[in-house]
Structure formats: C-alpha cells, structure tokens
C-alpha cells in the first residue's frame, strides 16, 4: 500500500569502513499506523503520559520514569518481568560532555543474537550493567539463565521541541534480511565498558528499497517502542532487529530552539 512521503532525506547505511550515503523518501508513519505490524515492522507509536515534569532532570526521570515505562512494556509484551536499563538522555548538551549521547546518523539495530549469550553467560563482562539492574528487581543472573523467552524493548520519547531538527526514523524490519545485517563490536558507550554488538546495516541493493517511518509533531506523550533483540524471533528465524537511525529533517530550520531532546529506556523483558 502507498503511504504518504513526509521529505527526502539522505541516510548513512554501513559500507566497511565508511558510510554510504542513500537517498529515500521518509513516510509519515502517523499516516500508516494501521498498515503497521509491531511483530513484523518490529516499532509502533504508544500512547503514555507520564507524570514527569521536568525532563531534563535526570534525578526525576530515573525515579518516576524508569517504573512507568516498566509497567509499560510488561502491558504491551505481556512479558511476566520487565526490567529498566538506566534512561539515556540525548541533547546538544549532553553530548558536549558525553558524545555518545548526540544523535546517532548510522542505520543500526542496538543488539544482534549475541545479547542472550551476553547476559546469560555468567563469566562474560556485561554481568556489571546487568547484575545492578536484577538486583533492583530482587533477582539474580540464575533467573534470566532460565527465562522462557527474552526480549529488548526500546522507548524513544520526544521531549523537546516537536519538530526536532534531528528526529529518529524507523526501518520496516522484515524487509532487511539477515544478509544486509554486520556485527560490529561496541567496547564502551556512555563511559560505561559494555563489549557489546549491534548491527551496522548495509544499503539495499538493485531496486530494493527500505521503507522508513517517522512520526512528525511528537509530543512527550507519544513514545515509540521499537525491539531491539527478541529470543523467540530468532528461534523462528524472524528478523529482531529494527533498524533505525536520526536523520536531518529539512522540514526544520536548525537553531536553539528545534535541537532535538530525547530520553530513550530500553527494557529487558522476561518470561518464566
């Protein structure tokens, strides 16, 4: 089905060393919620007011947010456990102190099936991020070794102006196949040592083409929640990745009144 194109814009896709550098036309994805799948697309737009104030108060956010989007995803996935990493707040100012925290402008998807290894193997690294977060929820790595099904739930929030000059777009994931999917190591992020792997996704080749989404006008009360990592969806051989990506919007006059403020909590949910 055609849907509405909101701009043109030029994303960087993965190419060895350096980013190629597509054209592709952004669809308006409030205009195509029906047509969109959350189990195949792998994102949908959620409606949630929050009842944070202020978000740029990180205090704030880690204590009334982190425990609302947890009810959240246990709501939306039907998961029995849902678990909050730390919320990561992106700004021009955050990222003069902590690039990492600036838009990302590359075509990836956070984890590849290497996550469930990564935090059910109890001699690998990342038990530093990950036992904090368990014991907060009174549980231990023995209890994510004998999950049902894990999964990784991402919720980007707007929370600045809404029309952002860098908004984030999302990619229909059953229409990048595993061959277009590269590991790429990530040895540290935020300042934290993770050794963790994500996907760098390379451009469609001949006439394919990727169908990208965004959702103009977001509003603090419009999170979208993309999957990032989902143990079921590889065992039936279905992409878990969604790729995505920010991209200029030359919709959007940059200055200091449209950089884009976002806070961004994944969720790992589990299933006994």
């Known amino acids: 089905m055609a849907h509405e194109v909101y701009c043109q814009v030029t994303l960087n896709y993965f190419d060895g060393a350096v980013g190629r550098p597509v054209t592709v036309d952004m669809l308006d ?4 919620t029906d047509d969109l799948e959350f189990e195949t697309c792998g994102f949908r737009l959620v409606d949630h007011q929050s009842a944070v104030t202020n978000w740029r108060d990180h205090a704030e956010v880690d204590r009334i947010h982190r425990p609302e989007v947890e009810a959240l995803a246990g709501e939306l996935t039907g998961c029995d456990v849902a678990i909050s990493y730390p919320p990561i707040h992106r700004s021009r100012e955050e ?3 902590t690039p990492d925290y600036a838009p990302i402008e590359l075509v990836h998807s956070d984890f590849t099936d290497d996550y469930g290894p990564m935090i059910t193997d109890p001699d ?15 549980l231990t790595h023995s209890d994510v ?6 999964m990784v739930l991402q919720f980007w929030r707007n929370t600045g102006p809404t029309r952002p000059d860098y908004p984030l777009a999302f990619c229909g994931a059953d229409g990048v196949g595993p061959d277009r999917v590269v590991r790429e190591m990530l040895p540290e992020y935020g300042g934290l040592r993770v050794d963790s792997q994500f996907y760098a996704v390379r451009p469609p080749s001949g006439a394919d083409s990727d169908r990208w989404y965004t959702f103009p006008d977001l509003t603090a009360s ?5 999957r990032t990592y989902d143990s ?3 065992d039936e051989g279905r992409p878990f990745w969604t ?12 200055d200091a009144n ?3 403020e976002s806070v961004e909590t994944r969720i790992l949910c589990i299933w006994r």
Do not use: K, W
Not at 145 to 150: F, M, N, S, Y
Not at 243 to 254: Q, Y
């Open 222 to 226: 419009e999170p979208v929640a993309l």
């Open 29 to 32: 994805g409030r205009a195509a």
């Open 232 to 234: 079921r969806c590889i």
């Open 145 to 150: 070794q004998a999950a049902t099904r894990l």
């Open 243 to 254: 790729p995505h990506s920010a991209f200029r919007d030359p919709n959007v006059i940059s």
């Open 95 to 97: 990222a003069q102190t």
């Open 258 to 260: 449209q950089y884009r």
């Open 124 to 138: 690998r690294r990342y038990r530093a991020i990950l036992d904090p977060l368990l014991e907060r929820h009174g």
